[in-house]
């Protein structure tokens, strides 16, 4: 799976001290009306159980600039929960899910659906705004590694 391209997205989920998130590489766009997102979740991860008990997530798609943000969602060095929200710029929409705030693009998202396959599930969400920055390039995941696509 690793000769895979994926583009990077952060998921973020919960509340204050009881929130946390991941980077993911399987996610796209599933449906323009209505509008929806599919992410696949690992079952086993720490944010899995959360969009269950909160029903809203925040999605952003990761720009050039934002490796440091991948590695902390990726939990490098242990980082867990709100830690990994140190270092970037936040903010809110609609569910007051938090979004990246320089994302190139960013989605409030109520969670339609979850299906569990295998390892993962499949967390559908409804899009119920959208935040976008221009000119940020991206971050894609390729053979072990994150790799800069400029803008």
Avoid at 21 to 46: F, K, M, Q, Y
Wanted: with cysteine; glycine share 10%.
């Amino acid at each position: 799976m690793r000769a895979l391209v994926g583009n990077c997205s952060v998921l973020t989920v919960g509340d204050d001290a009881d929130r946390t998130g991941l980077v993911v590489t399987s996610a796209i766009s599933l449906s323009a009306e209505p509008p929806l997102l599919l992410a696949c979740v690992n079952r086993a991860s720490s944010s899995w159980p959360m969009f269950n008990r909160y029903r809203r997530f925040g999605w952003s798609s990761l720009g050039a600039q934002h490796q440091k943000v991948a590695e902390r969602f990726s939990g490098f060095g242990g980082v867990k929960g709100p830690d990994r929200y140190a270092g970037a710029d936040w903010t809110t929409a609609v569910t007051g899910a938090q979004l990246l705030a320089d994302a190139p693009a960013a989605f409030d998202c109520d969670v339609e659906e979850m299906i569990d396959r295998g390892t993962h599930s499949i967390v559908i969400g409804r899009v119920r705004a959208v935040i976008t920055t221009p000119e940020q390039g991206a971050l894609i995941y390729w053979n072990g590694g994150f790799r800069k696509m400029e803008a």
